[in-house]
């Protein structure tokens, strides 16, 4: 990790409050590079990078869901779990609306308002994530089994794989 400053948020209060041991990783944040440029980064796996999404039911509730970074979350299959008949990533103004954090800065930890986070069963498997602190550039790595006390989860399997990338041409 650089010797550059720390930025001080919402979660990195939350967790600092709550006792749990985590590690800080700071990382030159790419607009539109989500887990792929922050696992490359980390030299980390980006199975093991966990994002943070911000989505709505048909009703306009929000949810979390916590996600491999290399996986996607079957929307379908998490509406069917959870007993409502759609559910969609939100846009980035609403989704800082409901959590206080700017989307790729987005931290499942010190939102703005309690919101039901859902988590894909299978990150318990890993023994360390990387997850967003609520800064761009900036996640901690910590056991996912922490994870089970701090927050109000919800385990889900919804994993699908991931759709390949396309460059964008310029």
């Not at 959870?82 to 931290?107: F, L, M, N, Q, W």
């Not at 890993?126 to 967003?132: A, F, P, S």
Request: hydrophobic letters at 35%.
């Amino acid at each position: 990790m650089s010797r550059e400053k720390l930025p001080v948020t919402p979660g990195i209060r939350f967790l600092k409050k709550t006792g749990v041991t985590y590690s800080d990783h700071l990382y030159t944040y790419e607009e539109y590079g989500g887990t792929a440029v922050s696992a490359r980064e980390l030299r980390v796996d980006e199975h093991t990078v966990v994002k943070t999404l911000v989505m709505e039911d048909d009703r306009k509730k929000p949810l979390i869901v916590l996600m491999h970074g290399d996986r996607q979350v079957s929307t379908k299959e998490l509406a069917r779990r959870i007993g409502v008949r759609t559910i969609a990533p939100c846009s980035p103004d609403t989704a800082e609306k409901h959590t206080g954090y700017k989307v790729g800065g987005t931290s499942p930890f010190g939102t703005r308002k309690q919101v039901p986070v859902y988590m894909e069963e299978t990150i318990l498997d890993l023994e360390k994530i990387y997850i967003n602190a609520g800064h761009r550039g900036y996640l901690v790595g910590i056991d996912p089994r922490d994870l089970l006390s701090l927050l109000n989860l919800t385990l889900v399997r919804v994993a699908v794989p991931a759709e390949p990338k396309h460059q964008l041409s310029r």
